[in-house]
């Protein structure tokens, strides 16, 4: 596997560009972080779910594209609830997770016709975690010869337009 992947270096250009801006901030459920994307957008209304990039919503879930993502298609699995920790999860949670995670990873590979994928949790900042507070598993979809989707796209200001065209494409699955 390419590790330029992993870790990305050419995102942070993207970071500090002109990223989009997280829509209004609406109130979180208890135990939530009104600053974290996550609980946003699991309280936030259905109406909402194009700005935020919400695709899918289970009972403890919720499905959300990566605003800064590693290839097209990146997509962000969480449990509703707002925790960091593996042995917090309830047994559904975590039975929904694998669900999901399998549901997605199909979907993508039909959507975007995907030839691969990295999917996985990182734990912890040490680990690279943007939001540690929330955790949440990557599905990042690979094809042969993607090294690098965002000098393949050109430039970052690209990136939105192929955020909406990514979630009108797995909306629809
Ligand atoms: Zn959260």
């Known amino acids: 596997m390419n590790n330029d992947v992993l870790w990305a270096p050419w995102r942070m250009a993207y970071i500090k560009s002109d990223a989009k801006e997280e829509p209004r901030k609406v109130e979180v459920a208890q135990g939530g972080d009104p600053n974290c994307f996550i609980c946003q957008a699991v309280a936030d209304s259905t109406e909402y779910d194009r700005e935020r990039l919400v695709v899918g919503r289970t009972e403890s879930t919720v499905a959300i594209l990566n605003r800064f993502p590693y290839n097209n298609g990146h997509l962000l699995i969480a449990p509703k609830r707002h925790i960091a920790r593996m ?5 559904e949670e975590s039975r929904d997770i694998m669900a999901e995670l399998s549901y997605w ?3 993508i590979e039909k959507a975007m016709n995907a030839e691969g994928f990295n999917v996985g949790l990182n734990l912890g900042r040490v680990a690279g975690a943007g939001l540690p507070g929330h955790m949440h598993w990557h599905i990042v979809p690979r094809w042969n010869g993607d090294a690098s989707f965002i000098t393949t796209i050109g430039s970052a200001k690209a990136i939105p337009q192929a955020l ?3 979630w009108e494409l797995l909306r629809r699955e």
């Open 164 to 166: 909406e065209a990514a």
């Open 105 to 107: 990873v199909g979907a």
């Open 87 to 91: 042995e917090l999860l309830t047994p």
